[in-house]
């Protein structure tokens, strides 16, 4: 089976197909999605430092000028709350967003909120092992980063509620070639949420507390669409990744249990296992860039105006980089995966994203001695943003 993303037995296990795209086509075009896809690690990590490359291509022409067709008119409420955020802008303003948000994640920062992330961890678990288990995913995994998230940004509790569907529902969007139903859900949750943050901030400025909304108001140089934007992003890249990546680690560990059962033995490895999770099966597949001049990649030329497809997935299980790249190890210490990106784009929340990953894999190591498969999990639909439906354990101290 080659790459196939609409496929359930390749969004399954795409990495066969990847070994074969690295040996026999490292740069392919891909005609379904009218995608340049790009295999192998050095490649993939050179093009996501490329300036020629970039997220978005509207810093430098229109979309006529670029050769693009412009979105349908009913998409401009979601396209007007993602490009506001730093994720799919380009210098200058990327520079002037990312230095005014990264003040909320300098590494003191973060290290702060480890005692808190920590007490959520631990109630979250304490609470599933109770009651002998349940659905990992909602009931760890999703909670442990939305509430940390939405505590970092003073959503009130009464509307938390509100965060997951409306990020789940954003996201479709991203995925490739997105069916007509889950563009107007996209559209739909973007407009949702924009308008209660534009709401949230208008109180926060006339009253600011201690959060980052609060923050985020008080900035004059920040447009209210750049403060609904850097929001909407923070949620979305907050916590999907952390989701994905819970559930993607523990369902590895499951296929690995000499590797689980290591863990176990030598608490220790706890850093290198995460990192090792991450690489092994990263939730976040593909990622896309714009061609903005003209660029060759191992002799093919990709012009501009092209979409590049870089394949972290394949990328992370590249031969040439990782040794015998299909085993799990979780005490491998050479580990240059490129899960939160490279260059410019490098995930923001990486630090927070690491502690909310050990907090929670070290809670349910500690708390639940037992943690055995009630059924094999299935794969949601989305292959960009790859992660399971639910992973149904039983739990016991």
């Known amino acids: 089976m080659g790459f196939d993303p609409w496929n359930p037995d390749f969004v399954a296990y795409p990495y066969r197909a990847y070994d074969e795209l690295r040996r026999q086509a490292p740069v392919s075009y891909f005609e379904p999605t009218g995608q340049w896809l790009v295999a192998r690690h050095a490649d993939v990590n050179a093009?996501?430092?490329?300036?020629?490359?970039?997220?978005?291509?509207?810093?430098?022409?229109?979309?006529e000028e670029f050769g693009r067709p412009g979105e349908p008119e009913f998409q401009e409420p979601f396209w007007r709350v993602i490009r506001a955020g730093m994720l799919d802008v380009e210098p200058p303003v990327?520079?002037?967003?990312?230095?005014?948000?990264?003040?909320?994640?300098?590494?003191?920062?973060?290290?702060?909120?480890?005692?808190?992330?920590?007490?959520?961890?631990?109630?979250?678990?304490?609470?599933?092992?109770?009651?002998?288990?349940?659905?990992?995913?909602?009931?760890v995994a999703e909670p442990l980063p939305v509430t940390v998230i939405a505590e970092m940004l003073g959503i009130p509790d009464q509307d938390r509620h509100l965060l997951r569907p409306w990020s789940a529902d954003i996201c479709l969007m991203y995925e490739l070639n997105p069916a007509p139903d889950a563009q107007h859900a996209a559209v739909r949750a973007a407009s949702e949420f924009?308008?209660?943050?534009?709401?949230?901030?208008?109180?926060?400025?006339?009253?600011?507390?201690?959060?980052?909304?609060?923050?985020?108001?008080?900035?004059?140089?920040?447009?209210?669409?750049?403060?609904?934007?850097?929001?909407?992003?923070?949620?979305?890249?907050?916590?999907?990744?952390?989701?994905?990546?819970?559930?993607?680690?523990?369902?590895?560990?499951?296929?690995?249990?000499?590797?689980?059962?290591?863990?176990?033995?030598?608490?220790?490895?706890?850093?290198?296992?995460?990192?090792?999770?991450?690489?092994?099966?990263?939730?976040?597949?593909?990622?896309?860039?714009?061609?903005?001049?003209?660029?060759?990649?191992?002799?093919?030329?990709?012009?501009?105006?092209?979409?590049?497809?870089?394949?972290?997935?394949?990328?992370?299980?590249?031969?040439?980089?990782?040794?015998?790249?299909?085993?799990?190890?979780?005490?491998?210490?050479?580990?240059?995966?490129?899960?939160?990106?490279?260059?410019?784009?490098?995930?923001?929340?990486?630090?927070?994203?690491?502690?909310?990953?050990m907090e929670s894999f070290g809670a349910l190591l500690d708390r639940a001695a037992k943690l055995e498969l009630r059924q094999e999990p299935t794969w949601k639909p989305g292959y960009v943003i790859r992660g399971l439906r639910a992973l149904e354990l039983t739990a016991a101290d």
């Open 194 to 357: 924009a308008g209660y943050l534009r709401a949230l901030a208008a109180e926060r400025r006339a009253n600011p507390g201690e959060d980052l909304i609060s923050a985020l108001t008080q900035i004059e140089e920040l447009t209210e669409d750049e403060l609904v934007g850097t929001c909407v992003l923070l949620l979305n890249a907050g916590h999907e990744a952390t989701v994905n990546v819970t559930g993607n680690g523990w369902w590895s560990l499951f296929r690995n249990p000499g590797e689980l059962a290591r863990l176990r033995a030598d608490r220790s490895l706890l850093p290198t296992a995460v990192e090792e999770l991450m690489r092994w099966d990263t939730p976040l597949q593909m990622f896309e860039r714009w061609v903005l001049e003209d660029i060759e990649v191992h002799g093919v030329r990709i012009p501009r105006g092209s979409e590049v497809a870089l394949l972290f997935g394949s990328a992370n299980r590249d031969e040439a980089v990782f040794e015998d790249p299909d085993r799990l190890d979780v005490g491998r210490a050479d580990n240059p995966h490129i899960s939160f990106g490279a260059g410019i784009h490098f995930c923001l929340g990486a630090p927070l994203a690491r502690i909310e990953l």
């Open 47 to 63: 093009l996501l430092r490329d300036r020629r490359l970039g997220r978005s291509y509207l810093h430098t022409a229109t979309h």
């Open 94 to 139: 990327h520079t002037r967003l990312r230095r005014l948000v990264s003040k909320a994640f300098t590494p003191r920062m973060v290290e702060s909120l480890r005692p808190r992330v920590r007490a959520i961890a631990g109630s979250l678990v304490e609470a599933y092992v109770d009651k002998g288990g349940g659905d990992l995913i909602a009931e």
